[in-house]
């Protein structure tokens, strides 16, 4: 289930810093793009969602940027804190139908 | 609303043994989907529902697993025949139509 190259696989930040992370897919039938966040034994929780014919959307510390082109999006987190410490995922909603999570990318925001 | 429950929390088995395990949806939602993850991977899509209607299966669905809805609302996942390498996180999310599903907090299965 390689349709979606997520990147970085690893991430440290500083507190107060920003986080970038990266998707990547080919298939153009991916119609909706959400990132989502998943503490240690819980379930993954959408952050923030985009459509494509929207080049970025923000709320509140999190911004998705999308370039439909590229076939590319990602997820920034603005001022970064200890408890956006978590993995996470970018999984574009297939025809309407079902996600395809990327691989994840853990986070780690340093005091 | 007290969002997606799942049950059990965890579930440790024997190899040849069978589990099921059960997902309440919000209730206003009419699709129900079953994912599993594994240690270090995202989440990867097994089945989904929607109302009572099985409309896709994955190929990781082996003939071992079984999903049903009966009624529309509640969903069981039946693994028969265990192995060891059915061990996994099984999610289940539920969504009204095709938006980003919402997760339950999923049921970690061991299997010995």
């Known amino acids: 289930q390689q349709q979606v190259k997520q990147s970085p696989q690893s991430l440290i930040v500083q507190k107060g810093g920003i986080s970038i992370i990266n998707c990547a897919y080919e298939n153009t039938a991916f119609d909706y793009f959400p990132w989502y966040q998943q503490f240690p034994g819980k379930g993954p929780a959408l952050l923030i969602a985009?459509?494509?014919?929207?080049s970025e959307k923000k709320e509140g510390r999190f911004t998705i940027s999308f370039n439909k082109s590229a076939k590319q999006f990602s997820l920034h987190i603005m001022d970064s804190q200890p408890g956006d410490s978590a993995t996470y995922f970018c999984?574009?909603?297939?025809?309407?139908?079902?996600?395809?999570f990327g691989t994840g990318t853990r986070l780690q925001v340093f005091p | 609303d007290t969002g997606v429950s799942q049950n059990p929390r965890h579930k440790i088995t024997k190899r040849g043994q069978n589990v099921t395990f059960r997902c309440d949806p919000i209730s206003e939602h009419n699709r129900l989907y079953w994912y599993r993850q594994t240690l270090g991977q995202g989440p990867e899509f097994l089945t989904y529902f929607q109302n009572e209607a099985q409309l896709e299966k994955s190929r990781l669905l082996s003939d071992r697993f079984s999903a049903e809805r009966p009624k529309g609302s509640f969903s069981t996942l039946e693994i028969q025949r265990t192995e060891q390498g059915d061990s996994a996180m099984y999610l289940c999310?539920?969504?009204?139509?095709?938006?980003?599903?919402?997760f339950g907090p999923g049921t970690r299965l061991t299997v010995l």
């Open positions: 985009i459509r494509p014919d929207v």
């Open positions: 999310a539920s969504s009204l139509w095709g938006l980003a599903g919402t």
């Open positions: 999984a574009p909603l297939l025809n309407t139908d079902k996600l395809i």
